[in-house]
T-cell receptor
């Protein structure tokens, strides 16, 4: 599975959009991009995943570049409860594990 | 509908002891995975079981073992505990083996080895 690179930390003002970047330049054609988040002392929570098209659900939007070498997770209206560590993971559908890395610690500021 | 449940939530063990951690997946989920999360790091894959068979194993010593029962619940066993085994142990379940739509994680068991 390809490796990912994320900034270690980011801040976002409450009510504004939070844009979390992820680089995955070695991604291969059958690998998906997954995003999870982990709020302090809880288990990771699935957010969204995609292959090459942009995806949106009730939690977030996932924008994947045309060359698929990077992606951005967008939380459209960040709240204090979105403060968490966000993990970008690349994995094939036949893979049986997720490589979490160290993620981006997002702090939403009042 | 209950999520993934893990027990106990916290425990303290002494070096050299043995520990058993338990996980009940979401009803209908047949795959269970175990992860170890050391403070300040992301979770690391230990095992995956699907339909009671081991489907994957991470880079962990043989002191770590696991099994899955007919009701799809699972146990993680760690023998000869070391101080470095202190971590949050997470269990995740999915309906099928590949977890193509993501895994659902429990809140974990916090193990402290003294």
């Amino acid at each position: 599975d390809a490796k990912t690179t994320q900034p270690p930390s980011m801040d976002c003002a409450e009510g504004r959009a939070a844009n979390l970047p992820c680089n995955h330049s070695t991604i291969s054609g059958n690998e998906y991009v997954y995003w999870y988040r982990q709020i302090h002392s809880q288990g990771p929570q699935y957010i969204i995943h995609g292959l090459k098209n942009n995806e949106t659900n009730e939690m977030a939007s996932l924008i994947i570049t045309e060359d698929r070498k990077s992606s951005t997770l967008i939380l459209p209206h960040a709240t204090l409860r979105d403060t968490a560590v966000y993990y970008c993971i690349v994995r094939s559908q036949t893979g049986n594990q997720f490589y979490f890395g160290t993620g981006t610690s997002l702090t939403v500021i009042p | 509908d209950a999520g993934v449940t893990q027990s106990p939530t916290h425990l303290i063990k002494t070096r050299g002891q043995h520990v058993t951690l338990r996980c009940s997946p979401i009803s209908g989920h047949k795959s269970v995975s175990w992860y170890q999360q050391v403070l300040g790091q992301g979770p690391q894959f230990i095992f995956q079981y699907y339909e009671k068979e081991e489907r994957g194993r991470g880079n962990f010593p043989d002191r770590f073992s696991a099994r899955q029962f007919p009701n799809y619940s699972s146990e993680l066993n760690v023998n000869a505990l070391l101080l470095g085994d202190s971590a949050l142990y997470l269990c995740a379940s999915s309906p099928e083996g590949q977890g193509s739509h993501g895994y659902t994680f429990g809140s974990g068991t916090r193990l402290t080895v003294v």
